[in-house]
């Protein structure tokens, strides 16, 4: 028709990196065990613990996204820092900075190290899908830079952390947080004010959670509708650009959905 093909809302070089990093996700852990995840959802049934916003509720927040992201939790020490103190700066390794942005950061030097450390900002405690996106991304380097599975030395290390998130199910959560926008006002002002959160951009995500879709035969996920406005946008193109039959190295996995 006139209104042409569908296209993707992202780079050709964004999308040859999505799905080689994809690909070897899914030499290094397999096809089955990717297709066997579970889509975490930001429902009661995912998350039933009442959440109270203390250190205690943290931990046992990340103790069951270890589990999601099948991480044992006695191998990894959580603990907090602020804006204030300098633990970020304490913990910058070979040059390098060790966390990911002020949210949170992996302070473990080697993988020889039975315990990997994480530490989350406390600033993140009354932002629940940010805090759940700082966990799982750092649970992200428990597995790959923890396991030994790639180097620091790699450029992309952070983007790939922020796609495993992706991958073992947790993708809502951090697209979500790739952009947030809030507005403020009080008796004599108002304003507003934007983060970032990861290291993929919105469009990014958006079509790594296609991929993720797609390659299982999700043909109209529920869950895309807890996607942000805009990531659910860019996530519905991504998605009819896949299904259509643009151009992709990937492959389905699974029969698509009827």
Known sequence: ??????????????????????????????????????????????????????????????????AYMDVSPACVEVDFFTDRDNTAEKHRLGGEESHSGAAGLYATKTSNEPRKKIFINISQFKKPTSLVATIAHELGHVILLGGGKISREDESHE??????????GLGIFTANSAFQFSQWQDHSHQGWSASR?????????????????????????????????????????????LEKGGQTSLRQLAHPER
């Open 1 to 66: 028709m006139f209104w042409g093909n569908p296209k993707l809302p992202l780079k050709d070089d964004q999308q040859a990196w999505i799905e080689g990093s994809f690909q070897w996700l899914l030499t290094e852990f397999g096809e089955e065990y990717f297709l066997r995840r579970r889509t975490i959802l930001p429902e009661p049934s995912f998350f039933p613990d009442k959440y109270k916003g203390t250190e205690e509720c943290v931990l046992k927040l990340a103790e069951r996204i270890c």
């Open 159 to 168: 983007y790939l952390t922020d796609l495993i998130t992706v991958f073992l």
């Open 197 to 241: 959160l990861g290291y993929m951009s919105e469009e990014m995500f958006a079509y790594s959670l296609a991929v993720y879709a797609w390659m299982r035969g999700e043909t109209n996920p529920k869950w895309s509708g807890h996607l942000a406005l805009n990531v659910g946008h860019y996530f519905k193109q991504s998605l009819k650009y």
